[in-house]
């Protein structure tokens, strides 16, 4: 695996003196061993920060590399605890710094982090943060009992509730991940990540070079006050080490010691087809050739069995019956109740008009609406 690396840091706007310190060891005789890279962040609340943190930096890379330890991660690990020891035999607890270490091997990168230093991934231009702080805060946050944009304005965001020689024993946090082609990789104190949003950190690095992107933040948090110390480290993966052309002529494959679990048991075609299907890019090999389309072997048909092919025309017969068979029982239950019921009764018919008889018989004579009752006239006095 091929790297490229930028690293820089400042003491910041506030602080007179610069408490970070950070360790890249890479190439020559420990290459085979992998490439190490760690930022370390002294506590300011405690005595003589920068030893801390400068202790912290040369006991990891040390102690890692005198390790026998085949196991990447449980040699991290360790060399994490081993610095722990020393500062805390030195500050007897009154010292302690945040770290952060990434070791590049075998196409992945294996990280270790205690406190809020952080990791991200940057892949395609999109940033990822890859490890957790362990702070007041991010805990808070995890609860959900405080939002992001709280945790930034609160006053506890500074308390670290773990740190490498604060204590006579540390627990830190591991993460594995698989490195395409380009993906690059940002160690970082929160005097950096805690002024610049990760996404104006993933800008930098993909838009310039790493050199020049490192340069940029750091101006950027200064920028917006620069109230800590600024450390930046960025790692770019310029070539992966286990190519498929390669392999597919030598025949060889990475050893089981060190290779993640899918390359130890399965051919790297088998492989770059899982990192594909993972993260959504073409394989390396591909890449190259500019070729953007997906391997065949990628690309399946789905195939249609006879005994499927009628389904979707009887659900539709189906729901037309139902719907036919609905009407009907609404349209009987309408006229029964309406029509044939009674329910549209017959119309009421206007009583004949009275008609008046004459006393001494002959044809009624009908009164018309607008007939007027006369009484007879009284008969004239005898």
């Not at 992001?148 to 308390?159: D, G, L, P, T, W």
């Not at 946090?173 to 949003?197: A, N, Y």
């Not at 549209?344 to 004579?365: D, I, Q, Y």
């Amino acid at each position: 695996m091929q790297l490229r690396h930028a690293a820089r840091t400042d003491a910041g706007k506030t602080r007179d003196h610069n408490e970070d310190s950070y360790g890249v060891e890479v190439g020559g005789e420990r290459a085979a061993a992998g490439a190490l890279f760690v930022v370390c962040d002294g506590i300011g609340g405690f005595a003589s920060g920068e030893v801390a943190s400068d202790l912290a930096v040369k006991t990891t890379i040390a102690h890692f590399y005198s390790s026998d330890n085949a196991d990447a991660r449980a040699a991290l690990i360790a060399a994490f605890e081993a610095s722990n020891q020393v500062v805390w035999e030195q500050g007897s607890g009154k010292m302690g710094t945040t770290g952060v270490a990434a070791l590049f091997r075998d196409d992945a990168v294996t990280i270790v982090n205690a406190g809020d230093c952080r990791a991200y991934l940057i892949r395609n231009g999109q940033p990822r943060q890859i490890t957790r702080d362990h702070s007041f805060v991010a805990e808070q946050v995890a609860a959900g009992m405080l939002t992001e944009a709280q945790a930034r304005e609160s006053s506890y965001r500074n308390i670290i509730t773990r740190a490498i020689g604060h204590r006579p024993e540390i627990e830190v946090d591991t993460f594995r991940e698989p490195l395409l082609k380009d993906d690059i990789v940002v160690l970082c104190s929160d005097g950096l990540h805690g002024q610049v949003d990760a996404s104006e950190i993933a800008l930098a690095v993909s838009r310039v070079p790493l050199e020049d992107a490192c340069a940029r933040l750091i101006k950027l948090a200064n920028d917006r006050g620069g109230p800590d110390n600024i450390t930046i480290v960025a790692v770019l993966v310029a070539e992966l080490t286990f190519k498929t052309q390669r392999n597919a002529q030598t025949n060889s494959s990475p050893t089981a010691e060190f290779a993640p679990a899918a390359v130890a048991t399965q051919p790297v075609e088998h492989r770059t087809q899982k990192l594909q299907s993972a993260y959504g890019l073409s394989p390396a090999s591909d890449r190259r050739r500019g070729d953007r389309r997906a391997p065949r072997a990628a690309v399946v048909q789905p195939q249609i069995q006879p005994n499927q092919a009628g389904k979707p025309l009887r659900w539709l017969l189906l729901y037309v019956a139902t719907a036919l068979l609905l009407a009907a029982v609404i349209f009987g239950a309408y006229y029964y109740l309406v029509i044939a019921g009674g329910g549209a009764s017959e119309l009421p018919v206007a009583a004949p008009p009275p008609t008046l008889t004459p006393t001494g018989g002959g044809t009624p004579t009908p009164l018309s609406a607008t007939a007027t009752l006369v009484p007879p006239a009284a008969s004239a006095a005898p």
